[in-house]
Nanobody, 116 residues
Framework: QVQLVESGGGLVQLGGSLRLSCAASGTIFAYSMGWYRQAPGKEREREVVATITPGSTTNYADSVKGRFTISRDNAKRTVYLQMNSLKPEDTAVYYC?????????WGQGTQVTVSS
């Protein structure tokens, strides 16, 4: 079993930057890793933000392309999400996910709030 702990969230102004980290309790090299978010008032919708495969192929939601960058450091068992040019609509709880064909693990989430 893999436990995931997110950190790095907070309050930032429009146009600011944050770097989220997701630290895993076990090895992650075989897992696809992803960042998802749940916006206020959309508790039933968890939107995919960015994913990175074991081979480091990345994919992004259209809404964050060019602004967010996902990366992984398997040696440190950590996945990152660099968020630049933040907008109020990026306000959400951000969750980390580790998954393969058999298992899927979630972190507890970290709040990101962007003020205008």
């Amino acid at each position: 079993q893999v436990q995931l702990v997110e950190s790095g969230g907070g309050l930032v102004q429009l146009g600011g930057s944050l770097r989220l980290s997701c630290a895993a309790s076990g090895t992650i090299f075989a897992y696809s890793m992803g960042w998802y978010r749940q916006a206020p008032g959309k508790e039933r919708e968890r939107e995919v933000v960015a994913t990175i495969t074991p081979g480091s192929t990345t994919n992004y939601a259209d809404s964050v392309k060019g602004r967010f960058t996902i990366s992984r450091d398997n040696a440190k068992r950590t996945v990152y999400l660099q968020m630049n040019s933040l907008k109020p609509e990026d306000t959400a709880v951000y969750y980390c996910n580790a998954g393969n064909t058999l298992r899927s693990y979630w972190g507890q989430g970290t709040q990101v709030t962007v003020s205008s």
